[in-house]
Structure formats: structure tokens, C-alpha cells
């Protein structure tokens, strides 16, 4: 293959039908944009091996699409957004008719640090001018298997002839989404800050009898009875991709999509979605508590319980039920080997402690993650025990506790998941943690116990189980909660 550098204006006018850049390169297996329609959204894809780098997988990524204008040509386009590290565009064209793959030669976004020449990327085919044994396109699947090269153009091979020179090249796996077992795309973002949305849903190859349904509350593949429930119900049936309308509650939610494939195998897919408010009116502020982390960090060897002061808030109507902001944003400051992956946005973890005995603390996106483990969730046994319909004896005993201000949890009673190390083993993994017990959230004074009643601190009574007692015996034992503080006394 050779590229031709075009000195002479004159030839620049007559090849202005081609792709030029900068540098003056001319690539004539460009066509230009004029032949194409707009670009539009196609879906998402997994990369799912890349041959040049040993192993690189990306999740996630934005595939656009675009048509020629003239109906009687068949091929299109993808566009791969931000497939490069530069920022720049992978784009792949198809044609049916042939089934052949090709990448028009393009820049990847960096140049040669030696002589200042852009980096390339082109086909198998363009580079060697022989029919590509690797890329193929499995439409019923969504499966694209693509060789392409980076290289460099004209180099000096110092024998005083000048070649395109390969950097690396490698078969690359990439699944598109909305193919596979016929599942739906779930358009939303994990954590949110509103109630009502627009939620796209995206299935490419169209699967048979989509329904969906919201589900105020975390739902797992696992949870196969509420899974049965939902499609046998119906409640949202779907002909074709598009938006619909939902409202969340504040916490976490679950958009659940049913389908099925052509052999009427059920495929079920989830979005699990955090709505996090910042809500002046339902919450106030108490100031600064001391929050200590023994969950996450209960996964390493070599990290220990850490203590951080972070921001809480109680909500106005209904005391002692408390969400800490932001609480692990800062955790990164004490260990390095963590990333924070939530950015700037705030968010919140719930812990309910309106009943001193029987503290809850609720699932929770951490943000945090690991290059070994991937992104942390949070958990709890009761949380865990409650959502899935278990009896009160059955999850009271893996309870929280508040006493004196300070909330308390049993060992083994917090639980981590990190679904990307535990995709693996086709269950619901969950890590339980708090191995020193040390996983406690020190409420400050302003904010204990302080329902008021006539200016005068309201006093509760609750049996050692936390059951709410409205006239204890002489002689029982109680937690008091009075004044701001939680204690044991004999009545």
C-alpha cells in the first residue's frame, strides 16, 4: 500500500472530491460526507479482546450509525465514539451484498515523536492489498470480529526506500448490544439527582413480547420469584425501541426489562438505578459525623479501617433516619491503589436508625473501585433479609445498633459486591465484611433524638430488639432515647 503526499495545488483540485488533512495526505478509500446521512445512535458495545495490546476490554461504548443517501447503496457506517485513546472515532464500514469489513484510513489522534508523522489506522485489506482472513459480522448476534493496523506512513526503512510502517496490529472482539439472547438497553445512568425521566429502550435485533416495569427497590437476576411475577404480569408491553416515561423514589430503584428470544427463552435485563436528590425541603443538615469504613476495606490485605469526617443530614419527618454525603469520596486521600469513579456529583448512603435496636443501612453504589476487583457496592444483611420478604427473627439479629450517639454494627453483618470480579461465577456474590467491627458512623449532638415536643426533648422507650414501647414495666429492661442520647436503663 502506498500514500501520496500531494504537493502541487493543481492536484489538489482535481482529487477535492477525497478526504484531506492538515498534513497534506490525501486518503482515497475516504468517501466523502456528502454521500452520507446524519449520524444517529445504534447502540452500545463491549470490547471484549483487543489483539494489540494482550487483553484491553472497554464496556459501554457509544456505536453511532449512518446510510449512504442513494438507496441503491447498501453499506453503512459505524461509528466506534472515542474508541482511540486520543478521543478520536473508530469508524467501520459494512457492505451486505459482499460481507466485507473496511476501516477507511483515518488518523488515530497521535503523531510520530520522531519525524512528526500522524499515526494511521486502516483494514487488512487496504494494508496488504489481500482478502482479510480475520473481520467478519455476525448480524444475528451482534458480534463484530475487526483486524485493524495502526502504522505509520512514509517512513524511512533506511535502505533509502520509503514504506508504511506497522506499530501493531491485532483481531479485535466487539459485541454490540441489543443482539445477544435478544436482551433491551436500558438508557439511564446509575445515579441520578431527579424523580421523573425519559429512559430509552434500545433492542437492535428486535426480541419478541418486551414488557418492563419499575421496581422501587434493588432487584438482581437472582431474584427469580419477583423475575416470574414481572413477566407474568405484563404491565408494559413494548412493539418497538423508544422512550418511555418512569418516576423513582429516592434510594435505589430497578428498571426491569423482560424478552424473549427466538427459541421463547425469557432474557431478563436490569438497570439498577440510585436517585439521590439534593432535597433542602425533606432533609437538613446536622453537621459533621465521624464515619468509619471497614467494608471495602475489608477486602485487602493491606488496608485497615479508616476513620473520615463527612457531612450527614436527618430528614425532617421522620427522626433518626440519616444519609451521609459523599462518604467515600475521600477515601481515595488514604488509599492510593483506590479510584473514586463518581466524580463531582453528590450522593448519599441511608442508614435508618428511627429505632435504635434495629439500625438498617441500606444498598449503596460506593464509587469506589480497584483495578483488581472493579467498582464496590455496599450492602447489609437486614437490607438484604427485608428486600427479599424474610421474617423479622429472621434478619433482626444483623442489625445496626445506636447507643450514645454512636451506631454500631455486628461483624459480618456488612456486605460488599464487586459484580465485575464475581461475573464469573453465575450467582450473587456478596463479600461479608466488617471483620474488625469497626464500621460505625458517630452522630454529632445537634443531631441525636432531636424531636421536640413543646420545648421539651420527647422521651422513647424501646424493648432491646427495638420494638417501640409506649409503657414499659417496672423493672424492664429499655433503651431510653431522650434528649439527643440513646441509653439502657431499667425502668
Known amino acids: 500500500m502506498k500514500r501520496l503526499l500531494i504537493a502541487a495545488f493543481a492536484a489538489c483540485a482535481s482529487l477535492s472530491s477525497y478526504s484531506w488533512d492538515e498534513t497534506g495526505y490525501y486518503y482515497p478509500e475516504q468517501e466523502p460526507d456528502s454521500i452520507w446521512t446524519e449520524w444517529e445512535h445504534y447502540t452500545t458495545c463491549d470490547l471484549e479482546w483487543s489483539g494489540m495490546n494482550q487483553g ?151 426480541p419478541k413480547d418486551v414488557c ?108 433518626g433516619f440519616y444519609r451521609l454525603v459523599d462518604p467515600y469520596k475521600n477515601l481515595t486521600a488514604y488509599w492510593k491503589d483506590l479510584a473514586y469513579v463518581h466524580g463531582d456529583r453528590t450522593d448519599y448512603l441511608y442508614i435508618d436508625a428511627s429505632k435504635p435496636g434495629e439500625v438498617v443501612l441500606a444498598a449503596y453504589p460506593t464509587g469506589i473501585s480497584d483495578s483488581r476487583l472493579g467498582e464496590a457496592y455496599l450492602t447489609s444483611k437486614a437490607y438484604e433479609a427485608i428486600r427479599l420478604g424474610k421474617l423479622k427473627p429472621e434478619w433482626l439479629g444483623d442489625c445496626g445498633k445506636m447507643e450514645d450517639g454512636k451506631i454500631t454494627f455486628p461483624k459480618a453483618s456488612i456486605g460488599v459486591r464487586v459484580p465485575d470480579y464475581t461475573a464469573v461465577t453465575g450467582s450473587d456474590l456478596v463479600y461479608w465484611v466488617n471483620n474488625n467491627g469497626e464500621f ?27 420494638v417501640g414501647i409506649t409503657k414499659p414495666a417496672e423493672g424492664q429492661m429499655v433503651i431510653e432515647v431522650k434528649a439527643g442520647r440513646s441509653r439502657k436503663i431499667v425502668y
Open 56 to 206: 484491553f476490554w472497554d464496556y459501554g461504548m457509544e456505536v453511532l450509525k449512518r446510510v449512504p443517501k442513494d438507496p441503491d447503496n447498501h453499506k453503512w457506517q459505524w461509528a466506534l465514539v472515542e474508541y482511540f485513546a486520543a478521543g478520536h472515532d473508530l469508524i467501520v464500514e459494512y457492505d451486505p451484498d459482499t460481507e466485507k469489513i473496511r476501516i477507511p484510513v483515518m488518523r488515530k489522534g497521535i503523531n510520530n515523536i520522531w519525524d512528526g508523522e500522524p499515526m494511521l489506522t486502516t483494514d487488512w485489506n487496504t494494508f496488504y492489498g489481500t482478502e482479510d482472513p480475520y473481520s467478519s459480522w455476525d448480524e444475528e448476534n451482534g458480534r463484530l470480529l475487526l483486524w485493524h493496523t495502526d502504522y505509520y506512513p512514509n517512513q524511512d526503512m533506511g535502505d533509502g526506500t520509503f514504506e508504511d510502517k506497522m506499530y501493531y496490529s491485532g483481531t479485535h472482539k466487539i459485541q454490540m448490544h441489543g443482539f445477544v439472547k435478544y436482551d433491551v438497553q436500558i438508557g439511564i445512568d446509575e445515579l441520578v439527582d431527579g424523580f421523573d425521566h425519559k429512559v430509552r429502550l434500545d433492542f437492535t435485533s428486535h
Open 440 to 466: 460505625t458512623v458517630e452522630i454529632p449532638e445537634s443531631g441525636i433524638g432531636s424531636v421536640e415536643t413543646d420545648g421539651i426533648a420527647s422521651v422513647r422507650y424501646y424493648s432491646l430488639q427495638g
Open 212 to 319: 418492563w416495569e419499575l421496581v422501587n427497590d434493588l432487584v438482581l437476576k437472582y431474584d427469580t420469584v419477583l423475575l416470574d411475577r414481572i413477566a407474568d404480569d405484563r404491565k408494559n408491553p413494548v412493539a418497538s425501541a423508544g422512550e418511555i416515561d418512569i418516576t423513582l423514589k429516592e434510594g435505589v430503584n430497578s428498571l426491569v426489562a423482560i424478552s424473549y428470544d427466538k427459541e421463547d427463552n425469557r432474557v431478563v435485563s436490569i438497570k439498577n438505578v440510585w436517585c439521590m436528590p439534593k432535597d433542602e425541603a425533606n432533609w437538613k443538615s446536622i453537621g459533621k459525623c465521624m464515619f468509619t469504613e471497614d467494608a471495602v476495606l475489608g477486602l485487602g490485605g493491606e488496608w485497615k479501617p479508616t476513620a473520615m469526617e463527612v457531612g450527614i443530614e436527618e430528614n425532617v419527618s421522620k427522626a
